[in-house]
């Protein structure tokens, strides 16, 4: 086990709704990461986030946002959804270094 | 060009043998390189990290970096049925992680 949880594990939408997903961070890991991984394919890195500042963005459209809160949790806001954002999102923390930990993920579908 | 590269087998092995795992990398100023293993509906979990030229072990795992060939490798001895996963290459450019596409595993009894 990492540490890292993530929620819901599993969701459903529809095309045009927006979705939030949350992730917790071990205590102490100052820096998380959120990534798209689509079926068959290597995690795409969405952004980064240190101390509640982003510190790097990936080629991801500006609908994807996201936050980190004090108490080491952290959110990935996805707008306006479309049938391309279906994948499995995951959140990876990290302390020192670039070791990072990842959490189980969310499977994100949308209809 | 893919920034990071892997064949995406499956790469079929014995019960036993060694499974030997390659990745190319194309930014020179990639600094750490990892090694995750990803079993099927699961997410990635962190095998193995190497910083610097030569080779790191950890128990079965045997990991080589070369950065002037800009490869990287995995070796797995002894594989067992409990190896068969997919395994990511993944190298970090000022903190963000690059993953190839992975090479899936199959370990036969």
């Known amino acids: 086990e990492t540490g890292v949880t993530q929620s819901p594990t599993h969701l459903i939408k529809t095309r045009g709704q927006q979705v939030t997903l949350r992730c917790s961070s071990q205590?102490?890991?100052?820096?998380v990461s959120w990534y798209q991984q689509a079926l068959g394919q290597g995690p795409q890195f969405i952004f980064q986030?240190?101390?509640?500042?982003?510190?790097g963005r990936g080629n991801f459209p500006p609908r994807f946002s996201g936050l980190q809160f004090p108490n080491y949790s952290s959110e990935l806001n996805v707008n306006a959804l479309e049938l391309d954002d279906s994948a499995l999102y995951l959140c990876?923390?990290?302390?020192?270094?670039?070791?990072?930990?990842f959490g189980p993920g969310t499977r994100l579908t949308v209809t | 060009q893919k920034e990071v590269e892997q064949n995406s087998g499956p790469l079929s092995v014995p019960e036993g043998a060694i499974a030997s795992l390659n990745c190319t990398y194309s930014?020179?100023?990639?600094?750490?390189f990892f090694w995750y293993r990803q079993y099927s509906g699961k997410s990635p979990e962190l095998i193995m990290s190497?910083?610097?030229?030569g080779d790191k072990e950890d128990g079965r795992f045997t990991a080589q970096l070369n950065k002037a060939s800009q490869y990287v490798s995995l070796l797995i001895r002894d594989s067992q049925p409990s190896d068969s996963a997919t395994y990511l290459c993944?190298?970090?450019?000022?903190?963000?992680?690059?993953f190839g596409a992975g090479t899936q595993v199959v370990v036969t009894p």
């Open positions: 990876a923390s990290a302390a020192t270094g670039d070791e990072q930990y």
């Open positions: 205590s102490g890991h100052n820096t």
């Open positions: 986030y240190y101390r509640e500042e982003e510190n």
């Open positions: 930014d020179r100023g990639s600094q750490s």
């Open positions: 190497i910083y610097s030229n």
């Open positions: 993944a190298v970090t450019n000022w903190g963000k992680l690059q």
